[in-house]
């Protein structure tokens, strides 16, 4: 069972940028690929960044450029770094941990490849 939990979320100005943590109760949190996934109002969760099981990390295309996924294996902590934030980035975010070892990064961009997830942390970006 692998335990996660989100914060460094908050209210933010259009242009601004903010970095999320994920801390992780994994005692081998490093071979663990992780994501992070968001949900706006009225909108399904949809992915944002991911860490696949080779260790490559891979983006939506609405956040590639300006989101940066990191992990901190010494801290069992993945980050996602957002600049450039935009009102259409306000959501809940979520981090998760998936035990797949596919290859291929499209695996990652779906939910169901994740067995884990934390509690989610709000984002709120004003224009």
């Known amino acids: 069972q692998v335990q996660l939990v989100e914060s460094g979320g908050g209210l933010v100005q259009a242009g601004g940028s903010l970095r999320l943590s994920c801390a992780a109760s994994?005692?081998?949190?490093?071979?663990?690929?992780m994501g992070w996934f968001r949900q706006a109002p009225g909108k399904e969760r949809e992915f944002v960044a991911a860490?696949?099981?080779?260790?490559?990390?891979t983006y939506a295309f609405s956040v590639k450029g300006r989101f940066t996924i990191s992990r901190d294996n010494a801290k069992n902590t993945v980050y996602l770094q957002m600049n450039s934030l935009k009102p259409e980035d306000t959501a809940v975010y979520y981090c998760?941990?998936?035990?797949?070892?596919?290859?291929?990064?499209?695996?990652?961009?779906?939910?169901?490849?994740?067995?884990?997830w934390g509690q989610g942390t709000q984002v709120t970006v004003s224009s």
């Open positions: 998760a941990a998936s035990r797949s070892t596919y290859i291929s990064e499209s695996y990652y961009r779906t939910q169901e490849t994740y067995s884990y």
């Open positions: 860490f696949t099981w080779t260790g490559s990390s």
């Open positions: 994994a005692r081998t949190f490093s071979n663990y690929p």
